[in-house]
């Protein structure tokens, strides 16, 4: 483990982490933010979906990362009143959206699910949506709102024919027909291009700064790395780490990396490690030698030699931890 100081602690239960470095200030006072979710959990038979979650969003754009399975969808669910939590409290804009109509009324929702109305047009669809929230005239609100996604509301094509990401802008157009003041976006980044991706990201930003709170899901790390905002690393349910991007960054790096070295002399070449100082930890996995390290490019540079001063032969090095489910992993063990 790392002497350094951790730029990003996990949060503690009563601190609301949407701040960086929020996390490691103590205080007594519930969380407050445009979202509140407070010792939040949330379990489906024996499956534990969400795990004691406390977190709370102000306005602008906050990220949800985490891994298939992670609890983002569900806690989504949970904000929007879509299912209630078995333990804790969700709490939007102060309210329950669960019993309170106003409040939903105030959130968008783009789900996860590709599912469009897919004989529909864009406007068609955006209209639909704008009529199930009740706004006084459909067509003139899908209209301004597939303006601020960039689609043309005449295009006139069933969004069967769109794009991904036109089918992407067109269900956040669908979120925003009623000009909410919270947005959950679980995943609109998914299935992006590059082009695509930045065009949508600066679009989460622009709402961001107009004072809506913005809560986009996402599983991929580079794709919430452009976007300015907090993050907030949902695994196994749980909270494990929050900041912005460079703070987690840093988090990662700063984790035992585990690499395995394939020589000859294993045993030897595990007891010099040791002795060298370059590993934290080290087992013998047949003839390969399995070290953890915290200093991988002194372990890079010292391996050769030290095989050479045992006189055994070195075969191969390679970093067995390096995808983004290992950090995850380590996110939750560190806990
Ligand atoms: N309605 C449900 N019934 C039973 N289990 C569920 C239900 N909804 C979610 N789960 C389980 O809860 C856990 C969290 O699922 P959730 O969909 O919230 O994760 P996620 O982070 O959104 O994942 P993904 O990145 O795949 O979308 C998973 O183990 C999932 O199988
Ligand atoms: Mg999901």
């Not at 960039?150 to 802008?169: A, F, I």
């Amino acid at each position: 483990m790392s002497s350094r100081p951790r730029p990003v602690a996990a949060p503690r239960p009563d601190v609301a982490a949407d701040e960086p470095g929020a996390a490691a200030v103590a205080s007594a006072a519930p969380p407050a933010g445009m979202v509140e979710v407070h010792g939040v959990s949330k379990f489906f038979g024996d499956v534990v979906a969400v795990s004691d979650v406390t977190f709370a969003v102000r306005a602008g754009v906050t990220a949800l990362l985490g891994p298939n399975g992670a609890g983002k969808s569900t806690l989504f669910r949970m904000m929007c009143g879509l299912t209630p939590p078995s333990r804790g409290t969700v709490r939007v804009l102060g309210a329950d959206a669960r019993s309170d109509r106003d409040v939903r009324g105030r959130i968008g929702l783009s789900p996860q699910q590709d599912a469009l109305f897919d004989r529909l047009d864009a406007l068609e669809f955006t209209a639909v949506a704008a009529a199930t929230q009740g706004v006084t005239d459909p067509e003139a609100a899908a209209r301004h709102a597939l303006g601020i996604v960039e689609l043309d509301p005449d295009d006139g094509r069933p969004v069967s024919g769109y794009s991904k990401g036109m089918r992407q802008r067109t269900k956040l157009a669908a979120a925003l027909v009623h000009d909410p003041e919270v947005l959950i976006l679980d995943e609109p980044l998914n299935g992006l291009d590059p082009v695509q991706r930045r065009r949508m990201i600066e679009l989460l930003e622009e709402l961001g700064a107009q004072g809506r709170c913005v809560l986009v899901s996402s599983h991929v790390l580079e794709e919430v790395a452009r976007l300015g905002s907090r993050i907030l690393v949902i695994a196994q349910g749980r909270l494990v780490a929050s900041g912005d991007y460079r703070e987690l960054r840093e988090l990662m790096d700063d984790r035992p990396h585990r690499i395995s070295i394939e020589a000859d002399r294993p045993r030897d070449c595990a007891a010099a490690l040791v002795t060298s100082g370059t590993v934290v930890g080290v087992h013998i996995d047949g003839d390969v030698v399995v070290a953890d390290t915290l200093e991988v490019d002194r372990l890079g540079r010292e391996i050769a030699p030290l095989a050479k001063d045992l006189g055994a032969r070195l075969r191969e090095v390679i970093p067995l931890d390096e995808d983004l489910e290992s950090v995850f992993r380590y996110l939750v063990e560190r806990r």
